[in-house]
């Protein structure tokens, strides 16, 4: 395991408050205090955002799970890349594109045909969405992430490309079909 | 404006803009479109309403009550944390903001590093600080569900320890129709080499071989220093039929593939079989044999459809045409079910197929029977003779079993040979069974010589390192481990049959290497032997020393031992020889000893139904942790001699918590503790938050962990094995 290294390389924009400084260098430290700081301002939005990615609670739960786990030796890294916010929810949506390509993977394989254990079941609890957040919840994954990354997330179409690995045509054409059937679902 | 002008500007305004566009223009890019889309917008209602739709997709409208994690997460966080789980984060590169082309390397080295805190223990393979994550990449497979001799493409995202590879090896543990139950022995075949490319990714392929119809599935290097096995699952090809159902036989080698390996995959496998199989006996007979396996053969719900499915194939097989398998088939299954129904099978089973598989077993089993009755092991043996040469293939291997030992306790030279030879034609690992053969001619003074041969054989054999040879997820450096056991082993019955044979000196040679090597007291013993013979008393006392402090040694042993050991060295000699065998007890049980964590704090439950938490009963002290099932007779068998050990190792301070496999109290379960003295404190795995967290399958299982709550040795299946590892680690902590 590597030495922390020196919290010169935090250097944080002036719209960060001052004390986020003291909290990144004892998240760094690995200090549970820092981390579970870091949780209470910033969770619950990455919480949504990986839920609008994956529509399900529990995998929602499961990637800030492991980004919150991954944090401390992950801020290491975390040079002047802007406000932390925006750099968390980079990390979330990454998080989030690499479990729906693992979700693909093993559906792809016959194991995952299994019929479920009694108990292995994961429940989703019912949220109050709009009808619009339930159309976009309803959607195909892939056409799903295409939607959130651009309407919800404000992504460009290569950004949208890059980080789900397509052309920047099919993002288009894929942010198309998204529209087209929450417009046949909704209007 | 004329006609034709006003029929084409109500086409440019009535073609709707492609929806993206709306959102181009919501989002204030693309401005060339920006006029003609707003003229559009003017004249339709229907564009409008999509734009309002895009608009209230904004993130500001998302924070509907209820979208926020539950209270529990943030425990689960620095649970994991304090567990020493760690999660390698994908690298940040700048996407936001950036026009560049998309850097597609650093996407794949975000994958490579896919994290997998997935509910399992993390097992550190190559280096002692293997983050989580680092050990399982992503394997697809294309397509997932070939055909029978169809070529598979792969596409491996290496994880991060075989990421740096200009090549990885994709090793497959190939079934055929015939293939048999568990994985002993089976050779691991270099399915493809998968290159790396220029993305990173690693690509190959390789063709199905016609006779295959399910493979296993692991990347390694090319030197096997790292083994990526998906975290234990394996990946794994079901061969299919054309409409990409699985093959009856795919699913059939699955669950022979699961066996000792997965026993609840391999019920799902059987659940899988009937599902898709509904009218073959075969996927109803594996499904009641995993039930009987894991004990929920008693379920009411489990009863009852068996009973139904009994009757069904009952009429089937009596109305129509049954072949000689299906009757055998018959009997089996309604064994135990219906005693009439099995009567009449088994009887027509008798009376027309005698030799199929089912029938030959129960034969076996009635001419075993005569001999518990008379004890003329010359007459069984001969109609276990009679019985071999008409058996088929298959169950000639158990009557070879049975015939061996017979013939062994008879100690006849000649039927030994024959029945080790016959023996020999089963499944199972040739390698291991022709070392236990070797190892059994020494100890057989008329074949001892051609044991010791054998034996010398068996250990030149093992200086090689086959590849063919490595278990699925073998390493190289696991192999040699697994190997310089095996050596040690045969070294110590070389040394012990050199001892039997009266060549004291050649004993001593080879019996000090295997002292130097581990601890084993059956080494030790015979190099106290050995040097007895020769005159060495000192050595003998420093053997004696170490046979006296381990702690599965009785104290009789050590008590008688004593007097002697204090004349020849003195009370202050023996001991301070007996200080240096403890001494080296503990470094070298020790060298064994691979810390993992726990998964989190598993809740159990008591037999009064309170919910407890395993760091609770540990309470930071030395804790064995003995999982058993009251439906596994190995685990029952063993559990005097676990709650022995716990007795004893509370005197020390080492805890024991026994942990069974059952989700509630109940009055039956108390009666089986009280009938059988258990007196070690007994919890209830209720949530399944024990095995999990130890990642365990199976009992019995025992584990140590040590005072900071980490497993501190693999799992073993023997109560005097784990008493020695608790014993050695509480002395290391003292």
Redesign the interface.
């Known amino acids: 395991m590597k030495m922390p290294r020196p919290h010169a390389v935090l250097t944080l924009q002036s719209s960060e408050p001052l004390t986020q400084d003291k909290v990144l260098g004892r998240t760094i430290a690995g200090d549970p205090s820092g981390i579970a700081e870091l949780y209470e301002r910033h969770a619950a939005s990455l919480f949504r955002t990986a839920y609008r990615m994956l529509g399900s609670r529990a995998d929602a739960e499961d990637v800030v799970h492991d980004l919150f786990v991954g944090l401390p030796e992950a801020l290491r890294r975390y040079e002047d890349r802007g406000r932390l916010d925006q750099w968390l929810t980079r990390i979330i949506i990454r998080l989030s594109l690499m479990h729906l390509r693992n979700e693909r993977r093993r559906r792809s394989t016959p194991l995952m045909d299994m019929p479920q254990l009694a108990g292995t079941e994961r429940s989703d609890a019912r949220l109050e969405l709009t009808e619009l957040e339930q159309a976009v919840m309803a959607l195909p994954t892939g056409l799903r992430a295409v939607f959130v990354l651009r309407q919800v997330e404000g992504y460009s179409y290569e950004e949208i490309a890059a980080l789900l690995d397509i052309s920047v045509g099919a993002s288009r054409v894929r942010l198309t079909r998204a529209i087209e059937r929450l417009r046949r679902t909704l209007l | 404006m004329s006609f034709i002008d006003k029929v084409t500007v109500m086409h440019y305004f009535s073609r709707h803009p ?3 566009e ?2 181009d223009f919501l ?1 204030g ?1 693309d401005p060339g479109a920006r006029s003609r889309i707003a003229s559009h917008l003017e004249h339709c209602q ?1 564009c409008r ?2 734009l309002q ?2 608009r ?4 500001s ?10 209270p529990e ?2 425990a ?3 649970e ?3 567990s020493d ?8 590169t ?3 903001g ?2 560049s082309t ?3 390397l650093s ?1 794949i080295a ?2 490579a590093v ?2 997998a ?1 997935i509910g399992g223990v993390l097992v550190t393979r190559t280096a002692s ?1 293997v ?1 989580a994550g680092a050990t399982s990449g ?4 294309n397509p ?2 070939p055909r029978p001799g169809q070529t598979v493409s792969v596409t491996y995202r290496a994880a991060a320890m075989l990421a740096n590879q200009p090549t990885l090896v994709l090793r497959a543990r190939m079934r055929d129709t015939g293939s048999e139950s568990y994985n002993a022995g089976f050779p691991t075949v270099r399915a493809a080499m998968l290159q790396r490319g220029a993305d990173g990714d690693f690509t190959g392929h390789f063709v199905i071989p016609a006779n295959i119809v399910y493979a296993a599935l692991a990347v390694a290097d090319t030197s096997a220093q790292s083994v990526d096995d998906n975290a234990g ?1 394996d ?4 061969v299919s039929d054309s409409t990409g159902k ?1 093959l009856f036989t795919a699913l059939d080698q699955r669950a022979n593939d699961m066996m000792g390996r997965n026993w ?2 391999g ?3 059987a ?2 079989m009937v ?1 898709l199989y509904p009218r073959d006996l075969r996927a109803w007979s594996w499904l009641r044999a995993f039930n009987r396996w894991l004990g929920k053969v008693g379920d009411d719900s489990i009863r009852v459809r068996d009973r139904a499915q009994l009757a069904k194939f009952d009429s089937m097989f009596t109305n129509g045409v049954a072949s000689d398998a299906d009757i055998g088939r018959m009997a089996w299954f309604a064994d135990g079910i219906d005693s009439s129904i099995a009567a009449h099978w088994r009887a027509r089973l008798m009376q027309q197929a005698p030799r199929n598989s089912f029938a030959v077993q129960w034969r076996l089993i009635a001419i075993l029977d005569t001999l518990h009755q008379r004890n003329d092991t010359a007459t069984v043996l001969r109609q276990m003779d009679a019985l071999w040469d008409s058996a088929p293939l298959d169950p000639k291997a158990q009557i070879a079993t049975y015939a061996t030992g017979m013939a062994m306790d008879a100690a006849d030279t000649t039927l030994i040979k024959l029945w080790t030879t016959r023996q020999a034609l089963g499944g199972g690992d040739k390698r291991d069974f022709a070392r236990w053969v070797a190892t059994q001619f020494t100890k057989i003074p008329a074949l001892r010589a051609e044991g010791i041969k054998l034996v010398r054989n068996e250990m030149d054999s093992l200086a090689i390192l086959h590849p063919s040879e490595q278990a699925l997820d073998e390493t190289i450096a696991e192999q040699r481990a697994r190997h310089n056991v095996s050596r040690r082993n045969l070294l110590a019955t070389l040394g012990q049959a050199l001892v039997a044979s009266g060549d004291y000196a050649g004993a001593r040679q080879v019996l000090d290497e295997a002292v130097s090597k581990g601890w084993n007291l059956e080494v030790f013993r015979a190099v106290r032997t050995a040097s007895l013979a020769a005159g060495d008393t000192a050595h003998a006392l420093t053997m004696a020393a170490r046979i006296s402090v381990d702690p599965r040694t009785s104290p009789t042993f050590t008590d008688s031992l004593r007097p002697v050991a204090e004349r020849v060295l003195g009370a202050a000699g023996w001991n301070a020889e007996l200080a240096t065998a403890r001494k080296e007890f503990v470094k070298r049980m020790l060298e064994s000893s691979t810390p993992r964590s726990i998964r989190g704090d598993p809740r159990l439950r008591d037999l009064d139904g309170q919910t407890t938490k395993l760091s609770a009963l540990a309470q930071g002290k030395v804790t064995i942790v003995a999982f058993w099932s009251r439906f596994c007779g190995p685990a029952i068998e063993d559990l005097p001699v676990m709650n022995a050990v716990a007795t004893r190792l509370a005197k020390s301070g080492v805890r024991v918590v026994s942990v069974v496999d059952e989700a509630n109290s109940s009055a039956a379960l108390k009666q089986f503790l009280r009938d059988r003295k258990v007196t070690m404190p007994t919890y209830l795995d209720s ?2 938050e024990g095995s999990r967290a130890f990642n365990q399958w199976g009992t019995p299982d025992y584990y140590v962990i040590d005072a900071d709550g980490r497993i501190r040795f693999a799992g073993t299946n023997s109560a005097e094995t784990v008493l020695a590892r608790a014993e050695a680690l509480r002395m290391s902590e003292n």
């Open positions: 492609a929806h993206a709306l959102s989002a890019s229907s309403d999509v739709l895009l209230g997709a904004s993130a409208q998302w924070n509907a009550p209820g979208t926020e994690p539950s997460l943030l689960r966080i620095l994991s944390r304090a789980a760690r999660v390698i984060l994908p690298s940040d700048q996407i936001a950036s026009r998309p850097n597609r996407l975000a994958a896919i994290l805190v600080d983050e992503t394997l697809v497979l997932a569900m699952r990946w794994e090809i079901l699985p609840e995959e019920l799902a496998t659940h899988r599902a949530w399944h």
